[in-house]
């Protein structure tokens, strides 16, 4: 089965530091991608950055980038600068098995509070 | 702007009273899905179409039902609501196979007295 496992419920950071959300995944698929969304209070998913399972370099958007190591089936997100707008929960997500649909698995979720 | 529109974003209904939630979608995606999201709970599909082809989750009660009369438009109908059904509800589309991301819309926060 797959899975998606963040294993912080809560993070805190420092505004203008950078932190490191951490996603650990489980497929036995060779194909599959992976996505980061953040949630803020008012409900919304908004897509931030999606690793494909064949890239070979990390992704990037901005100030967010994804470090993936696939041999360990990792995914951590990374928000470089943080601002008091980045307070809100996140969510990592795998694209599900078979291509119909593209169903999305997701994670617990991190919710991170961004300190002035 | 294309988007995914999703009404009302507040409902009350009492338990028992069926109650429809409506989206709509400017993308033209082929892909439409319902996503439950209970509180501090990650999201959970609830149902998707594939073009006119429902696919249900197995774990999905059949107090849950869904209509897609065409490409932009799909609904949740929620037959008998109970206490337990209070959720945020998440209508989400992507273009299918070749695409990866989903767009989603801002959700329907569902209450049941």
């Known amino acids: 089965a797959q899975k998606i496992t963040q294993t912080q419920p809560g993070m805190f950071v420092q505004e203008k530091e950078a932190v490191t959300l951490d996603c650990t995944y489980d497929t036995s698929d060779q194909s599959y991608g992976l996505f980061w969304y953040k949630q803020p209070s008012s409900g919304e998913m908004i897509f931030l950055i999606y690793q494909g399972s064949y890239d070979e370099q990390n992704a990037t958007e901005g100030r967010y980038s994804l470090n993936f190591q696939k041999a360990r089936k990792s995914a951590n997100l990374v928000i470089s600068a943080s601002q008091l707008g980045d307070s809100a929960m996140y969510f990592c997500a795998m694209r599900g098995r078979g291509n119909q649909g593209g169903k999305l698995i997701f994670g617990q979720g991190t919710e991170l509070s961004v300190k002035p | 702007d294309a988007m995914v529109i999703q009404n009302p974003r507040y409902q009350v209904t009492q338990f028992g009273k069926p109650v429809t939630l409506s989206c709509s979608q400017t993308l033209n995606h082929n892909v439409m899905y319902w996503y439950q999201q209970k509180s501090s709970q990650a999201p959970k599909l609830l149902f998707h179409y594939y073009d006119k082809d429902f696919n249900n989750e197995a774990d999905t009660p059949d107090n849950f039902q869904s209509r897609r009369p065409n490409t932009s438009f799909c609904f949740l109908d929620i037959r008998s609501p109970g206490l337990g059904d209070t959720a945020m509800y998440l209508c989400?589309?992507?273009?299918?196979?070749?695409?990866?991301?989903?767009?989603f819309g801002p959700g329907t926060r569902l209450t049941v007295t």
């Open positions: 989400a589309t992507s273009s299918g196979q070749t695409s990866y991301e989903q767009y």
